[in-house]
């Protein structure tokens, strides 16, 4: 058995690692989603092909997550599949920048799918391990890590538009390539080496994951992800048809993973003060609100901010995530990975919903539907009540998490 001082060593690694694969998903996320007016106009498509693209992607980060459940069980535990998705956008990334017609783009962009849900599943595994063993609330501060790449990779699609040809490479994508492939090195070298996930079976004789919380969690993570899809896939084509002007259609986004860098910051003090459940409620109601104002602007910067501000829609999925890790403690990574399910119903909503809308009316229009559908957050809000102090730290006792799952709302 190793000593104490070992294990927190550990401990301190396994959490540089698993920030550093949420800072490479960050950034090749925003990179390519940024990206997307450039391959409209490299490829001569429309809103109708991005959203099939979308679509496919989103069922193939399904997969990903699908994947990241059986190899979770498996000897190489969750670590294997972060690893083997961080390898998978390596590819993807080289690949899209690459693609010299839009048939061998599309291929790219499926193994990218691929990959990003077995980073989302693997990744959200290893902080929650990561999160219990350090008995406080810390998965706000990977996602930060996530936003603030995204901000980075925005901000680079920003400051390079129009500098580098688009044609044979866009090499802003390809900037995505040597994170990714630093983070696995540390993943494999510093990712958290706790045993494989359990089966079903192997819980305790009376144990089961008790489905209605994930279901309610599920829907605050389906919520929050219609509202991010909706912003990142479409928010620099909204501006476009704004008119703004090549420099500003990134900034949308890039105001968005601001204030959702900025909510992250501080999300897990705001939950040590108010509690998992009130931080929740709040930014869902001030995300509706600016979902609302994206509808009703008609200024490119004014949209700017509106997108900026449903940034702090932001702290539900870490929050979500911390949550899930107290419905089952002996099965933690299953719980997840069934969780990050709801992540691509969401995707699907918020970026094919919102683009179909678009193609048949506008993307003005496309809006309602992401800024509606977000008021489900602080309704269901009180299933993250957290069990004890910590919100997700080992403190919490088997009892008090049934008694909190029998005070969530139905």
């Known amino acids: 058995m190793s000593s104490p001082a070992t294990s927190s060593a550990a401990a301190r690694r396994s959490r540089a690692s698993t920030a550093a694969a949420f800072t490479a998903q960050g950034l090749a996320y925003a990179l390519v989603l940024t990206s997307l007016p450039v391959f409209e106009d490299r490829y001569a498509i429309g809103t109708g092909e991005v959203t099939l693209v979308i679509l496919a992607l989103c069922g193939m980060a399904a997969l990903g997550t699908v994947i990241a459940d059986r190899l979770a069980r498996g000897s190489g535990g969750s670590r294997a599949a972060l690893t083997l998705g961080l390898a998978g956008l390596v590819v993807s990334l080289a690949w899209v920048s690459s693609a010299p017609n839009f048939g061998i783009a599309v291929v790219g962009f499926l193994v990218y799918g691929l990959g990003l849900g077995l980073v989302d599943a693997g990744g959200n595994m290893q902080a929650v391990a990561v999160q219990q063993e350090y008995g406080r609330s810390l998965l706000a501060s990977f996602y930060g890590a996530y936003s603030a790449a995204g901000i980075v990779g925005a901000l680079l699609v920003s400051v390079t538009s ?82 703004a002007a090549d420099h500003v259609r990134p900034l949308g986004y890039a105001a968005y993973l601001g204030a959702a860098l900025l909510a992250r910051a501080v999300g897990d003090r705001a939950v040590q003060r108010w509690g998992r459940a009130a931080v929740v409620r709040v930014a869902g109601v001030v995300g509706a609100v600016a979902l609302l104002g994206v509808v009703a602007v008609h200024q490119p910067w004014a949209a700017v901010v509106a997108f900026g501000v449903t940034g702090v829609l932001a702290v539900v999925p ?15 990574d299953m719980v997840v990975a069934r969780l990050n399910y709801f992540n691509y119903v969401g995707v699907v909503l918020g970026g094919v919903l919102v683009g179909a809308v678009g193609t048949v009316a506008s993307l003005r229009a496309g809006f309602i539907v992401p800024a509606v559908l977000v008021l489900a957050v602080p309704l269901v809000a009180g299933v993250l009540k957290a069990p004890g102090p910590g919100a997700g730290g080992r403190a919490a006792s088997t009892d008090q998490v049934g008694a909190a799952h029998d005070e969530a709302p139905a």
């Open 318 to 332: 870490p929050l979500a995530f911390s949550a899930a890790g107290d419905v089952a403690p002996g099965a933690a």
């Open 162 to 243: 129009g500098v580098w040809a688009v044609r044979p490479v866009i090499w802003v994508v390809a900037l995505g390539v040597p994170a990714a492939l630093v983070a696995a090195l540390f993943v494999v070298r510093w990712g958290w080496r706790g045993s494989a996930a359990p089966s079903l079976e192997a819980l305790p004789a009376g144990r089961h994951i008790p489905w209605r919380p994930v279901l309610l969690l599920g829907i605050c993570v389906i919520a929050f992800y219609i509202a991010d899809s909706a912003v990142s896939s479409w928010s620099a084509l909204f501006l476009d048809d704004l008119h």
